[in-house]
């Protein structure tokens, strides 16, 4: 397990490096740049969140994800209150950022072959289903982070944002079990599967202006720690104490709270001219560390549950 998120580190880091390097040569410019970043949050995006609604749940796994919703739905709260109590008092260019780095893992890129590569196809099944309540925290409440208190129209300009109206139509998809037709579906899913390049190009164009030092940030270190440890021992604490033993479902939440700040977190931060550079660097640090920290993390869930 760990050679394969070794690999998938290697993998964002190429990308990353690509952007950081277009950026320097002057091929990406900063009007690319914030024309990549809008079009990422309008479009791609959107897509990509609107196409995860198009998986069909097995019926032998039904009640396995009510179990996950469930979870799902509890582990966001909890990041939502832990965002409140660790950085209400931060300031309004950073606040956000950190808040946000909390509740968004990277659940799709990382997520899906490490937690595959534990639970196989269960795990991916379960894993999708987390997806769908996990993107509707983060695509309101996390995007209510950047927007609220901006302006006295910030719910208006929450209302007006392209992946949260992806989310609504996803859910009107499946309650009205409507099927698009297949040129269309795949059209929208392979924007969507651009999601990931793109959002690390983006990243790469973020941190060309990085300056060492910026490392030395202890809520940079501060963030690494409650998203890759922190959380995840609640989460496992959590599962423990209130008797959940099914192995795939507690595991894949345990794992999920486990995986590093999601490449949202850049992307919303330059959309909203909030702090950039802490963004890309707490999505960068929590990415090299998660190398370390999610193989821990799967042992002592292994051995608890």
């Given amino acids: 397990m760990t050679i394969t998120i070794l690999e998938l580190q290697c993998s964002l880091l190429v990308i990353i490096l690509i952007g950081t390097l277009g950026k320097k040569a002057g091929i990406i410019t900063e009007g690319v740049s914030a024309g990549l970043s809008k079009m990422l949050i309008n479009l791609i995006l959107p897509c990509s969140v609107f196409s995860a609604f198009f998986e069909r749940i097995p019926d032998d796994i039904l009640k396995s994800s009510v179990l996950m919703i469930l979870i799902t739905i509890a582990v966001h709260l909890l990041y939502i209150l832990a965002g409140v109590l660790l950085y209400r008092k931060k300031p309004a260019l950073q606040q956000p950022v950190l808040r946000f780095a909390i509740l968004c893992p990277n659940g799709n890129f990382m997520g899906i ?31 209510a982070y950047f927007v609220a208190g901006k302006s ?33 579906e795949n059209a929208i899913s392979s924007l969507g599967n651009c999601t990931t390049p793109l959002s690390m190009i983006l990243i790469g164009c973020v941190i060309s202006d990085l300056k060492p030092e910026m490392f030395l940030n202890k809520e940079i270190w501060k ?14 604490a959590m599962l423990k104490l209130v008797g959940i033993t099914q192995a795939a479902v507690a595991g894949v939440s345990v794992i999920l709270s486990a995986l590093p700040a999601g490449a949202m977190t850049v992307m919303f931060t330059k959309e909203y001219e909030k702090d950039g550079l802490l963004a890309a660097a707490c999505v960068i640090s ?11 993390i799967y042992l002592l869930c292994a051995r608890i549950i």
């Avoid at 963030?223 to 922190?230: A, K, N, P, Q």
């Avoid at 929590?286 to 821990?296: A, D, G, K, R």
């Fill in 286 to 296: 929590s990415t090299l560390l998660s190398v370390l920290t999610i193989p821990l």
């Fill in 223 to 236: 963030l690494c720690f409650w998203r890759l440890l922190g959380m995840p021992l609640i989460v496992l």
């Fill in 113 to 143: 072959p490490v937690i595959g590569g534990i639970y196989g196809a269960e795990g991916i099944l379960l894993l999708s289903v987390a997806l769908l309540p996990a993107r509707i925290f983060i695509l309101s409440i996390g995007i």
């Fill in 152 to 184: 006295s129209g910030w719910m208006k300009r929450l209302l007006q944002s392209p992946p949260l109206w992806a989310v609504v139509l996803g859910l009107l998809v499946v309650w009205l079990k409507i099927t698009l037709p297949v040129p269309l």
